[in-house]
């Protein structure tokens, strides 16, 4: 075998020179971690959902850890679109790693407005929907359970833009096939799954929540990616665009079987507060195992499994 | 960066003092500031933990980075049974230091339990630019058992201890022996204070701040995810009004509300270190 293999996929008109990129909020605007991983390698860089307006986000006291998991409850802080344009968005002319731009929003209007701005953005390469959060009262994870709601973003969304479309999907419903099916229909190039799903801590010396007002955050890390497998499992099968895997990543084999459950690309969340390289190493990894098995395109390992 | 075990003692009950070495090409820290260390090799504990930096030491050539902690879950006891020359993960040093006041003649460190880890580095650089400035230090724990540390506390400056059951020095805690020395004019008038410890002292000694015009600078502690300031999980609200008015440190992580009556600031990039008359301890503690 020549040279080393290729990890280069394309996902609607963008094409990706590795399929590992950060999951949105783990990563800020990017800027943050260039003292710690080469941002250039990177298939593409998600940043921190932003919303039309800035947030305030949820009350102090906004994470605890639990068994194999970090559980938070942000509440989608962010600068707001006219900020992130005018401060964030010029940083990435340094760095040569596909942008994809996480858009959140209290109503379709909200989603509609943030992707025209977007659009007009020739720095931004994608938007991720992000109708999965779980730590919102308005929108988030309320539009991402209602079917209606699903098709009536991605399709208006989608009127506005050419740029690439990924949704991002909720894991907290009966059938995520569903979604996953009218994003596709709706004109979605790509879906990610999962976003962090409910949970709660509780203290049980005060009797009071772990995360203080806020009760109860998003449950993310390791240990949900048993969760996140099957499901990439189940929506690989029913639809044809790429879905990129999402869910406690820590390691290459967690991304490989993310791979070959029919994965095309993969997000890393919150391995990167535990090693800030780990993307490199994961990409390094991941090329050291399609050489050993003697995979020369990426495309070969995706939905594998047998 | 990986930090080789240079010490790793007990010093009393459940309190460790742990001294890494600085690698040459690495920043040095400052007092306030911290690093957060991987405390395990597997998924759980999962995130790095924060520790501040106690004080440098400095060896000839070498200088050895010393964290006190106390052990208090699976992370920290995983840190306890590291030995000798293995190497530790640390990323740092993080956040902001404490800010020295040059013309100011005396302070007060007002700690409890761990708390002291950060204020002792303070002792000793105030010490070190004006070796006539009067430090006292308010030393405090549950009990005489819990307290360590007595010995060097007395060695930097005028110690005070209390305890809550009275077992050793004044009973009570630290806010109310700072009162009672304030009244029976023990300490000297123009003085300034750094405070690390439970939220409730910081929030009581903040109010004694106020009423007696105590100026001074707290480290706060809070969970966090990442400490790069990218999670946004340590937010620490701050008061709108004394932000506008006067701002001692560089804080790049202000986040307002949109009418500008509500600002957060994130714990591992603008503190941990804060004025004390900055924060909005009500909030905080809600």
Known sequence: ?306 | MEYQVIENINISLTYYKLALRIPSNAKLPLPGQFYTVRCGETKEPLLRRPFSMHRLDKKGEAVHLEILYRVVGKGTDWLSRRKIGEKVDAIGPLGNGFLFQEDVPNVILVARGIGLAPLYGVAESVHMRNQEAGIFILMGAQTDERLFYEKECSKIGRAFFYTDDGSKGFQGNGPQLLRHLMASEQLPQRLYMYACGPSHMLRDLANISEKFDLPGQVALEEHMGCGLGVCLSCVCPLRADSIRREQHWKKPSLHWSADGSRVYSLICKDGPVYDIREVEWDEWLA
């Not at chain 1, 999951?23 to 039309?52: C, H, M, R, W």
């Not at chain 1, 679109?81 to 858009?103: A, G, N, Q, W």
């Open chain 1, 1 to 306: 075998m020549s040279g080393l293999p290729d990890l280069s996929l394309s996902i609607g008109g963008i094409q990706l020179k590795n399929p590992i990129m950060p999951a949105s909020g783990t990563f800020g605007y990017g800027q943050e971690y260039e003292d710690y991983i080469d941002l250039n390698q990177l298939g593409a860089i998600i940043v921190k959902t932003i919303t039309l307006k800035s947030k305030m986000g949820s009350h102090p006291h906004r994470s605890t850890e639990v068994s194999a998991g970090f559980l938070a409850s942000i509440g989608l802080q962010n600068i707001g679109i006219h900020r992130f344009v005018e401060e964030k968005l010029p940083y990435f002319e340094t760095v040569d790693s596909l942008l994809i731009v996480s858009i959140g929003g209290e109503s379709v209007e909200e989603y509609v407005k943030l992707a025209k701005i977007l659009d007009r953005q020739k720095r931004v390469d994608a938007l991720e929907i992000n109708i999965s959060c779980p730590n919102v009262h308005q929108g988030g994870m309320h539009f991402g359970t209602d079917p209606v709601a699903t098709k009536d973003i991605v399709t208006r969304v989608r009127d506005v833009t050419d740029k690439t479309l990924i949704v991002k999907l909720t894991p907290l419903v009966t059938d995520i096939r569903l979604f996953a099916t009218l994003s596709q229909q709706c004109g979605a190039d790509g879906v990610s799954l999962i976003n962090g799903l409910p949970g709660m801590a509780v203290d049980i010396r005060t009797t009071r929540s772990r995360l203080g007002r806020n009760v109860s955050g998003g449950l993310v890390g390791p240990a949900i990616k048993p969760f996140a497998l099957y499901l990439v499992r189940q929506v690989y099968e029913s639809i044809d665009i790429p879905v990129i895997g999402i869910g406690g990543i820590s390691s290459p084999e967690d991304a490989i079987e993310f791979f070959i459950v029919g994965a095309s690309a993969i997000e890393i969340g919150t391995w990167n507060f535990v090693n800030p390289n780990i993307m490199i190493e994961v990409i390094n990894g991941i090329q050291d195992y399609m050489m050993s098995n003697n995979i020369q395109e990426l495309s070969q390992l995706i939905g594998t499994f047998s």
